[in-house]
Every structure is written in C-alpha cells, then in structure tokens.
T-cell receptor
Framework: AQSVSQHNHHVILSEAASLELGCNYS??????LFWYVQYPGQHLQLLLK??????LVKGIKGFEAEFIKSKFSFNLRKPSVQWSDTAEYFC?????????????FGQGTTLQVKP | EAQVTQNPRYLITVTGKKLTVTCSQN?????MSWYRQDPGLGLRQIYY???????DKGDVPEGYKVSRKEKRNFPLILESPSPNQTSLYFC????????????FGNGTRLTVT
C-alpha cells in the first residue's frame, strides 16, 4: 500500500539554525508532492508543492523542498528558522495517474523553535 | 473570500448520540474529503467525494457516513459515536485538476464520552 514516512517526529531547534525534515514515500508511479504546515490551533496550509519540472521547489516563508526521484524523497529545508516557524509539518503525496484525489499524509513532524 | 467552512468548531457528546459535522465550500470544487487527525498518526482520510452523488471510502471509514447531495456541501455523519472517534476532524476541497491543492477547513474537535 502507498505510504508516506516522516522520519523526525519532534524536532527542537534554536532560532537561526538550519532545518531539514525528511519525507519518503512508497508509491512507484508518478506523484504530486506537498508539504503542509499547521500552526498551533489552526488548520493546514499549503507550504509548497511539486508536480513536475525543477525538482527544487521554493515555497512560502523561505521554505524549499527537493524531490529526489531515485530516493523517493521530498525533504523540506529552511536555512534559518524563526520562532514563528514553530508548527507541525506534514508531507503528503498523491498519485498523478487517474486523479483519484486521494492524498496520503505522513505522520507529521512537530517543530519547536526556541527563541 | 474562498474558504471551507466547518461547523461546529468544538463538540462534546456522549456515546451513541448521532451527530453531524457540516462542511461547505464556496469555490465550486468538485473534490471534497474528510480527514481525522490523531497524535502520532498524522491525517487519515475517512471518506472522499469526486463530485455530487459520488463518494468513496478512505482509509478509516468505519463508523462514519457521508453524503454529497450538493456540490458545495459534504457533511460527516456519526450514527453512533464511540470514544475512539474522539479526534480532530478536517474537511478539505480541491478542484478537479490533477494539480489542484487541497484547501482545508478550520477543523472540528470532537470529544465522545
């Protein structure tokens, strides 16, 4: 079955530290890839997405992610985190073929940034 | 303003008492979906709908029902809630294109005692 794994469940960083959150998926076909962010008490918001083209995708708030097809990975990065980046981050994958609309989410990574 | 609206935001109920969580979107989206979010498990899909009168099970459909009589509405029905359905529920919608991202509602926190 298709699955999404996020390796880090809880990450604690100091402000200005660099961030990398891992995401791997198991589906072998063509996929769309997403990162969503959920700030405390809020709903999920799209951070960035990859559909095709340049595997390095830039999103909002200085985040970027790199799609490495050979590794089935879509890791999220930010060079210098801020306290306001404290949130839960979800990686998600959908199959491109057939457009079933089904989005599979990872377990989420809680990021805590210390001021 | 384009949005997905869920009601209520918070709900406390007792085992066995039927309840409905409403979801409405004003973006004319074909696709709508319900997720539940539980600590350590991320978001799991309950049901989804590709269009009016078209619904299908997600990963965790047991104990839930949905209907899609109108394009804008996609209510989630719990006929006989149980404590293991205590969770945070999100409704989402998107357009029909393969590249359409999901838009999420603000969530409904349900507690079943």
């Amino acid at each position: 079955a298709q699955s999404v794994s996020q390796h880090n469940h809880h990450v604690i960083l100091s402000e200005a530290a660099s961030l990398e959150l891992g995401c791997n998926y198991s589906y072998g076909g063509t996929v769309n890839l997403f990162w969503y962010v959920q700030y405390p008490g809020q709903h999920l918001q799209l951070l960035l997405k990859y559909f095709s083209g340049d595997p390095l995708v830039k999103g909002i708030k200085g985040f970027e992610a790199e799609f490495i097809k050979s590794k089935f990975s879509f890791n999220l990065r930010k060079p210098s985190v801020q306290w306001s980046d404290t949130a839960e981050y979800f990686c998600a994958v959908s199959r491109r073929a057939g457009n079933t609309g089904k989005l599979i989410f990872g377990q989420g990574t809680t990021l805590q940034v210390k001021p | 303003e384009a949005q997905v609206t869920q009601n209520p935001r918070y709900l406390i109920t007792v085992t066995g008492k039927k309840l409905t969580v409403t979801c409405s979107q004003n973006m004319n989206h074909e696709y709508m979906s319900w997720y539940r979010q539980d600590p350590g498990l991320g978001l799991r899909q309950i049901y989804y709908s590709m269009n009016v009168e078209v619904t299908d099970k997600g990963d965790v459909p047991e104990g839930y029902k949905v209907s899609r009589k109108e394009k804008r509405n996609f209510p989630l029905i719990l006929e006989s809630p149980s404590p293991n359905q205590t969770s945070l529920y999100f409704c989402a919608s998107s357009g029909s294109g393969v590249n359409s991202p999901l838009h999420f509602g603000n969530g409904t926190r349900l507690t079943v005692t």
